[in-house]
């Protein structure tokens, strides 16, 4: 069974860092490009960026490049985001994706507030 | 970017109907477009991808089609369990963009 499950969420304060980590099991993690893909509370669907399945090369939505870097552990199956500098518009529920679309993680609440 | 602009933003159709649920592109895309479905306090699931594929598992009655800047996605005979939102996606250039969504209820 494929299983992306997402952590690290929570409450952070502005102009914290917070690194959200998506384990990935059932399938080959390292054959995949993975993505990130942010929801508002509002339920507005944000594409944050990807990365290639060797971690060779990665995109981004241009208005969080700056802040926001995808990484990967292909010997661990484990995609990360580390968020810097978070604002209160960072606050959604942030899932893990297969580049296709075809997996989900069931996602991770990100708060951001003081 | 290329925005995304979805039609219509709620949608309220009786057990069997036929409903259609808009996608038009600022820019052509090339039918790289995927459909979701997300059921509420559920992550999306993916219904079609390159515009008119349908997902390994997902309902015959789903369907897309489209091409160049339009895409639509029919849902026939509808059931309840197809009560969800529905959102488009545009892969062909980046940032990847998704359409706001369709909220689809029973009457």
């Known amino acids: 069974e494929v299983q992306l499950v997402e952590s690290g969420g929570g409450l952070v304060q502005p102009g914290a860092s917070l690194k959200l980590s998506c384990v990935a099991s059932?399938?080959?993690?390292?054959?995949?490009?993975m993505s990130w893909v942010r929801q508002t509370p509002g339920k507005t669907m944000e594409w944050i960026g990807d990365?290639?399945?060797?971690?060779?090369?990665?995109n981004y939505a241009p208005s969080l490049k700056n802040r926001f870097t995808i990484s990967r552990d292909n010997a661990k199956s484990t995609l990360y985001l580390q968020m810097s500098n978070v604002r209160s518009e960072d606050t959604a529920t942030y899932y893990c994706?297969?580049?296709?679309?075809?997996?989900w993680g069931q996602g991770v609440m990100v708060t951001v507030s003081s | 970017d290329i925005q995304m602009t979805q039609s219509p933003a709620s949608l309220s159709a009786s057990l069997g109907e036929t409903v259609t649920i808009e996608c038009r592109a600022s820019?052509?895309?090339?039918?790289?477009l995927a459909w979701y479905q997300q059921k509420p306090g559920n992550s999306p699931q993916l219904l079609i991808y390159?515009?008119?594929s349908l997902a390994d598992g997902v309902p015959s009655r789903f369907s897309g089609s489209g091409s160049g800047t339009q895409y639509s996605l029919k849902i026939n005979s509808l059931q309840s369990e197809d009560v969800a939102s529905y959102f488009c996606q545009q892969y062909n250039n980046y940032p990847y963009t998704f359409g706001a969504g369709t909220k689809l209820e029973l009457k």
């Open positions: 390159d515009a008119n």
């Open positions: 059932g399938f080959t993690f390292s054959d995949y490009w």
């Open positions: 990365i290639k399945y060797d971690g060779s090369y990665t």
């Open positions: 994706t297969s580049g296709a679309g075809i997996y």
């Open positions: 820019e052509d895309i090339y039918s790289n």
